[in-house]
T-cell receptor, first 112, second 113 residues
């Protein structure tokens, strides 16, 4: 079963605009990660935020985490056509099993 | 350095058959995880192996099994294939110094007819 639910399921924006996608999860976590997947192939790790962190930046990416609401958001600024992909959040629970639970994904399309 | 590699890239099987998928982790990575990704959904955790021992198992039937070899490569076996086993099977590896970050291979796309 999926732990995380991404919202929206699909997003279409113009190049240069910002894209925001959200992830909600159900149980306590050690960390939350965001991954990108192009055309149904392998996933690429983007950023990790730990449960004691509230915000993290990496280049054009900004991730926030609200553990009280069990939610996270990923902001991509100044989007490019190359950002077109599916984006997934993944959570690691606190049980120490190294078992990562992925969400359902947001399909982002950036129009040139 | 080469990334995670998986073979084969594509596979077609019929119901009831058995399949073996292979994964080679990044050099130096001792942890390998397997995921199943059905079209339109996120990856679902199947197994994690570390130092040849199973460290985690997802909610998959016993038809799914895996092992890790001394060189840390891994195989995923699925017996008695069902149509619902059609999916992209992803392998990921991680290092001892940063076990939280997983590096994914390109996947094996399995079609069961």
């Amino acid at each position: 079963s999926q732990q995380g639910e991404e919202d929206p399921q699909a997003l279409s924006i113009q190049e240069g605009e910002n894209a925001t996608m959200n992830c909600s999860y159900k149980t306590s976590i050690n960390n939350l990660q965001w991954y990108r997947q192009n055309s149904g192939r392998g996933l690429v790790h983007l950023i990790l935020i730990r449960s004691n962190e509230r915000e993290k930046h990496s280049g054009r990416l900004r991730v926030t985490l609200d553990t009280s609401k069990k939610s996270s958001s990923l902001l991509i600024t100044a989007s490019r056509a190359a950002d077109t992909a599916s984006y997934f959040c993944a959570t690691e629970g606190t049980s120490g099993t190294y078992k990562y639970i992925f969400g359902t994904g947001t399909r982002l399309k950036v129009l040139a | 350095d080469a990334g995670v590699t998986q073979s084969p890239t594509h596979l077609i099987k019929t119901r009831g058959q058995q399949v073996t998928l292979r994964c080679s982790p990044i050099s130096g990575h001792k942890s390998v995880s397997w995921y199943q990704q059905v079209l339109g959904q996120g990856p679902q955790f199947i197994f994690q192996y570390y130092e040849k021992e199973e460290r985690g198992r997802g909610n998959f039937p016993d038809r799914f099994s895996a092992r890790q070899f001394p060189n840390y490569s891994s195989e995923l076996n699925v017996n008695a294939l069902l149509l619902g086993d059609s999916a992209l099977y992803l392998c990921a590896s991680s290092s001892d110094t940063n076990q939280e970050t997983q590096y994914f291979g390109p996947g094996t796309r399995l079609l069961v007819l």
